[in-house]
């Protein structure tokens, strides 16, 4: 069989989101795997994406309305009018609110700015970024900064070689233009030479938009970094995308696998549930698809979002300590409690004789498997004892099946294990040798 042809998604805005000092997650970690993966050369084996950011109808495919529409108005600067809100979506200090969960609007933050009360003011408003009605086929393109005293009506298009296709959703390509200013938001190769340079171009009536002020202050700074959940989760969904169409063998998302999002509330430091949107997206393609989870902690999130289908199998190993809830589907749900302290050779000794099983009843189209790496020992919240090798070897084992596979990644709180874990994983799935990490 030949080499797998890889996609690998990342955007340097990762890295810029923030959970607060004292907790344990650090979307900093995948800066720092990307820049181990370039250290080894594995990205001249993939094609790497930057992933777009999901849209909220896309969102609201398994989100409820209310919460989706929650997340893209809550700021810390308004957190206290959410009382009720912040208790029925469980937000809390473990799902803390902080400035990026999601592109939303704060008018009362560019009145502090009209005031000269703040210096940057973050503004991108929900009717603005969607101004026809939600439609993943034919997406807007959303509003850029500019600058406060010229605000002004935008006609947002550009042309790339005809940009007819993109209103039409027949490329991947978005560029907006706010006066003299810029910002790409592309999906393509980086191995690929970088897009012309390009000419602003009227674009259709139905795309005309006003474009509230934004804030380029001292040097016309970027601000708004493309927003957490968003961009983890239109990754997980581009992936799904690529590997539907063929485009892929392995799609790899280090951002996404957060497991424990429910249809309308956050858990576990997981707001918006990649994992379900990916397949539901495999799913239009697939009769069946299989999630395989070997984080530390149960995917709770996945298994109770398929409860009730016979499309989708869940597989999850965690502590004897997790309490499982008992599944209404009851042959489509796996759960295999471990003890605390569980080794490789313990880990395998059930892992792959059950995945041999299921992979012959079950007979999936794809798979999508969550390798949080919080089950490697040492890990600040972790109970496993799982090296590198033996985490590696159980996406290796997968891998052989030769199955469209949508990775992620998931929890891990001890960075350097991460780090290692997924620069790791990321050469078994390019089938590239590295020296010992």
């Known amino acids: 069989m030949g080499k797998n042809k890889v996609a690998y998604f990342y955007d340097s805005e990762f890295q810029e989101c923030y959970f607060g000092q004292n907790h344990p997650m650090k979307p900093h970690r995948l800066a720092m795997t990307h820049h181990l993966v370039l250290g080894y ?10 992933p777009r950011k999901a849209y909220p109808c896309e969102l609201a495919q398994f989100h409820s309305e209310d919460y989706v529409e929650f997340l893209s108005r809550i700021t810390p600067e308004n957190v206290g009018r959410y009382t009720n809100q912040l208790r029925m ?8 609110v902080f400035c990026k969960i999601y592109v939303g609007a704060s008018i009362e933050i560019s009145v502090k ?9 973050i ?4 009717d603005c970024i969607m101004p026809l009605p939600l439609s993943p086929s034919a997406p807007s393109l959303p509003p850029s900064p500019c600058y406060p005293h010229r605000f002004c009506q935008l006609y947002a298009g550009a042309f790339i070689k005809g940009a007819v296709k993109l209103n039409h959703g027949l490329c991947d390509i978005a560029i907006n233009w706010a006066g003299k200013l810029h ?18 171009s009227p674009c259709y009536p139905h795309r005309f938009c006003q474009l509230y002020a934004g804030a380029f202050i001292k040097g016309a700074v970027k601000l708004n970094h493309g927003l957490f959940c968003q961009l983890y989760a239109g990754a997980s969904i581009e992936g799904a995308v690529k590997l539907n169409h063929g485009l892929c ?7 996404g696998g957060l497991h424990h999002a429910k249809k309308s509330e956050a858990s576990g430091f997981c707001y918006v549930n990649d994992l379900v949107l990916g397949i539901l997206e495999l799913l239009k393609y697939h009769a069946r698809v299989l999630y395989v989870d070997i984080d530390v902690h149960h995917g709770d999130g996945v298994e109770e979002a398929f409860y009730m289908t016979d499309r989708v199998m869940t597989s999850s190993t965690a502590p004897l300590t997790v309490l499982f809830p008992s599944a209404i589907c009851k042959h489509y749900a796996v759960n295999v409690p471990l003890k605390d302290g569980t080794t490789d050779e313990t880990f395998h000794a059930l ?3 059950i995945m041999r099983k299921i992979m012959e009843m079950f007979q999936p189209g794809a798979i999508v498997m969550q390798c949080g790496a919080d089950s490697l020992a040492h890990d600040r919240l972790g109970c496993f004892n799982m ?42 799935l390019t089938d590239t040798p590295v020296p010992e990490l």
């Open 41 to 50: 050369g594995l990205h001249n084996q993939m094609d790497v994406f930057r």
């Open 89 to 96: 979506h469980n937000i809390n200090e473990d799902c803390p």
């Open 113 to 121: 700015l009209n005031h000269g009360q703040c210096d940057i003011a």
């Open 123 to 126: 503004n991108w408003l929900e």
């Open 183 to 200: 910002r790409a938001t592309a999906t393509f190769s980086l191995r690929a030479p970088p897009p012309p340079s390009l000419l602003p």
């Open 249 to 255: 063998d392995i799609a790899i998302n280090w951002a």
């Open 351 to 353: 892992f792959k004789p």
């Open 387 to 428: 090296s590198l090798k033996g985490h590696g070897d159980a996406i290796r084992f997968m891998k052989e099946y030769g199955i469209p596979m949508l990775v992620t990644g998931g929890g891990g709180y001890t960075k350097h294990n991460v780090v290692r874990c997924w620069a790791y994983e990321t050469s078994i």
